[in-house]
């Protein structure tokens, strides 16, 4: 079992940054892969990006790949997503998400999930 919060949300002009963050309690965080969603008003959740347990393997949405970082603080039991060049199209709620094994951009793959951070970008 793992609990995990998000923070780091708030209102952004655009081409601002925002840094997210996931803290974990429970088991080994160093036992689970991490991945961010989003979920904006009247969309399904989408997958941002991925990161393996022990941060060898990252992969980002095409949407954000470039201008998004994941990252992962075994020690700290947190992740982060760094989100540089941010548009108006990147506002939605932000969720993280862990799995134990594999690599999975579904969001029905992740049992836990944090309660969300809002991220709002304006033009």
């Known amino acids: 079992q793992v609990q995990l919060v998000e923070s780091g949300g708030g209102l952004v002009q655009a081409g601002g940054s925002l840094r997210l963050s996931c803290t974990a309690s429970?088991?080994?965080?160093?036992?689970?892969?991490m991945c961010w969603f989003r979920q904006a008003p009247g969309k399904e959740r989408e997958f941002v990006a991925f990161?393996?347990?022990?941060?060898?393997?990252?992969y980002y949405a095409d949407s954000v790949k470039g201008r998004f970082s994941i990252s992962k603080d075994n020690a700290k039991n947190t992740v982060y997503l760094q989100m540089n060049s941010l548009k108006p199209e990147d506002t939605a709620v932000y969720y993280c998400?862990?799995?134990?094994?594999?690599?999975?951009?579904?969001?029905?793959?992740?049992?836990?999930w944090g309660q969300g951070t809002q991220v709002t970008v304006s033009s």
């Open positions: 429970g088991r080994t965080f160093s036992s689970y892969a």
């Open positions: 990161i393996s347990r022990s941060s060898d393997y990252k």
């Open positions: 998400a862990a799995r134990t094994y594999g690599v999975a951009f579904d969001p029905r793959a992740y049992k836990y």
